[in-house]
């Protein structure tokens, strides 16, 4: 891995390694993916404004996040399935996640189970969910991760159902049998395995999803458990206001990578207004199209408390398993720690607005 030397030379090695329709589920977007390049091209149009004759010898990315101190303001976004990146799964992904001391952020659809996730890490580990028309279901699922440990619940919310992903489509993408979500009910899964109507994955969320939810069934996930919870899928500033008043724990601005509503605004061009409108009162994380330590700073310039990283993660495994996965966070906080010093912030408490033009 010595020649790897930023995240999109692990991009390039991972695509190398992977079936191509499995590739095409982890790298592509929705619809026509706009947004997909979206968020990418705005962090790139961003530019960054250094101060100068600042001591910079020490840096120090140390951060607090839900009452967990973190090592870097760096967490791994939630994602289906790492068994389709590498045979350990979220295993590999949470020994890298304790390696660098940053929350992880299982999907509902993890492959391995919370008992083998939480044995292997001393990092906060969050849940992801999808709300299920089966309310038994996710009842169940949010008790057994509270018993395994599990700190924190995130509630994706741009995700009525899975959109139309024209490369799994075309290339008939199905999840292999042998990979299963493995701490939901099976019956709740059988559609995801059979590969009906082309996209398994979206033809199960149509089914299994509820569409139906509205602000006032947050009641119902506040009063079942004492676990924070975080909305996965913020975009406006409008919403950012409501989940505060819901009384959320916290938002997460995403377009789902780029994975959802096509044409939806960059996740990084819909951050300054929603940190705006919560105005710290709970944190506010962002991710899609993280890739360098200089987005990181950008985001947090912004008025992020901190970013989660996707896809970068997975390429990572398949690369390495839990070496490559903690190589990527490693180069990520490298590269960060080194944009601090250039830029004349070395804390997390000197990073503001004033770094942007
Ligand atoms: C392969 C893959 C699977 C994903 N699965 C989920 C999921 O199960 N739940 C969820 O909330 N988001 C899911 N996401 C979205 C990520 O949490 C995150 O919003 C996005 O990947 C961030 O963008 P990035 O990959 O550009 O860093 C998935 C993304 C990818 C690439």
Known sequence: MGDLLCLADYETAAEDRLPEPTWGFLQGGSGAEITLGANRAAFDRLALRPRVLVDVAKTDLGATLLGDPVRAPIGIAPMAYHRLAHPDGEVATARAAAEHGVPFVLSMFASRTFADVAAVTTAPLWLQLYWLRRRDALADLIRRAEDAGIRALVLTVDAPRVARRLRDLRSGFTVPPDITAANVDPAAMAVAQTGESGSSIQSHSREQFDPTITWSDLGWLREFTRLPVLLKGILHPDDARLAVEHGVDGVIVSNHG???????????????????????????????????????????ALGADAVLVGRPVLHGLAVAGAAGAGAVLGLLRDELAEAMVLAGAPRLADIGPGLLP
């Open 258 to 300: 780029g994975r959802q509503l096509d044409s939806a605004i960059a996740a990084v061009d819909a951050l300054p207004a929603v940190a705006r409108e919560v105005a710290g009162r709970v944190p506010v994380l962002v991710d899609g199209g993280v890739r360098r330590g200089t987005d990181v700073l950008k985001a947090l």
